[in-house]
């Protein structure tokens, strides 16, 4: 699980620096801008979105039923996902105000940049429907997912998990038979939504004991990787074209016999933890490396290659200092109790404060 969450994050972080690169370079890209056409590489948010309706589940298991378990459930959240979030969109205001062509898309106002803190999604001036920070519109979903999760984990866990996935289902059905005419509703009601659900009903086969032989575990991964290249570009389709691809890759993943443990699997267990932190850091690394790029007047066969390798290369070491310096300690003082969950829910590959 720790591996494909990685995997996920360098995706997306693949996805950004090759957009940029064949931007800057244009028919000099080379196999760079046919690789970054050849699949769907943002997808990574897809297989995030499943992922994080399994380990909510998950990790919620010995919440389900108790008196405080919804409040233990949204504080652990909040302070796993926000802290790093208001940092990074602190960083990118601060950017912002030192160097605005560094930045694309206009800002807002106070208000504007409120609702990007509060996780409330709110259009842009040129209409993007996406925050100060442009990466947190994934963490929008994420965010209205928990809100609708918490009350639900009073009940039990099997109810808990049908009624949220029914009322989130039926949430984007209404969206879609009678649009709504409120933005946020709107967006909410997106039916990527749908991938949460996904999620949260393969840690219910986890949790009943449901494992796949290991003839389809190899072939799911196999399938999944076709269906994202054969629909890269029916973005209009994403939870169809992009959702299932994930659910099965995410399937493969976690319906499978334990593994035994090896350095191998400690090294993605590391990058895992660190997802999160990639996932927010990268942009900074890649505007930092595109300002050096004009600077310097890069050409050439190889420069765009060393723009992406070399960009990958920077923003996951600062992704790894980051959750071990910054990011780790900020849960654990928020979240104090978080040892108690870890070793009620032991899975091989995945930590209980894992979202992405």
Not at 51 to 65: E, K, M, N, R
Not at 90 to 100: D, Q, Y
Not at 180 to 203: D, K, R, V
Not at 320 to 330: F, M, S
Request: contains cysteine; glycine residues 8%; charged residues 10%.
């Amino acid at each position: 699980m720790q591996g494909l969450r990685a995997a996920a994050a360098l995706a997306v972080a693949f996805s950004h620096f090759a957009h940029d690169a064949v931007a800057n370079a244009g028919d000099q890209a080379g196999w760079v801008g046919v690789v970054a056409k050849f699949f769907p590489w943002d997808a990574g948010v897809d297989v995030f979105f499943v992922i994080s309706g399994f380990v909510i589940v998950h990790a919620s298991a010995p919440l389900f039923a108790a008196r405080r378990g919804p409040l233990t459930f949204l504080h652990h959240r909040l302070a796993r996902i926000v802290p790093l979030y208001w940092i990074m969109t602190a960083a990118f205001l601060a950017v912002l105000a030192g160097s605005r062509a560094a930045i694309h898309g206009d800002i807002g106002g106070p208000g504007f940049i409120a609702a990007s803190l509060f996780f409330i999604p709110w259009p842009r001036p040129d209409g993007v429907m996406q925050p100060a920070f442009g990466l947190g519109w994934t963490l929008n979903y994420e965010m209205f997912f928990y809100l609708v999760f918490t009350p639900f984990v009073l009940l039990r866990r099997g109810l808990a998990v049908g009624g949220a996935a029914v009322l989130l289902a039926s949430f984007v059905v209404l969206g879609l038979l009678w649009p709504f005419h409120n933005l946020q509703l709107a967006y909410w009601a997106s039916p990527i939504i749908l991938e949460f659900c996904a999620g949260m009903l393969l840690a219910q086969c986890y949790a009943a004991g449901f494992r796949l032989p290991l003839a389809v575990r190899l072939v799911l991964p196999v399938a999944a990787l076709v269906l994202l290249h054969l629909g890269a570009a029916a973005t209009a389709l994403r939870p169809l074209a992009f959702g299932v691809p994930a659910l099965m890759l995410v399937a493969g993943c976690v319906l499978a016999p334990p593994f035994a443990a090896s350095r191998a699997a400690r090294v993605l267990v590391i990058l895992g933890d660190a997802s999160y932190a990639m996932y927010l850091v990268h942009p900074f690394i890649m505007r930092g490396l595109t300002v050096l790029w004009h600077k310097f007047h890069l050409h050439g066969a190889f420069a765009v290659p060393i723009y992406v390798l070399a960009g990958l290369a920077v923003a996951q070491g600062c992704a790894l200092a980051v959750n071990r310096y910054l990011e780790r300690k900020l849960t654990r003082r928020l979240r104090p109790g978080n040892r108690v969950i870890d070793e009620a829910i032991q899975m091989p590959g995945l930590r209980a404060d894992g979202i992405l």
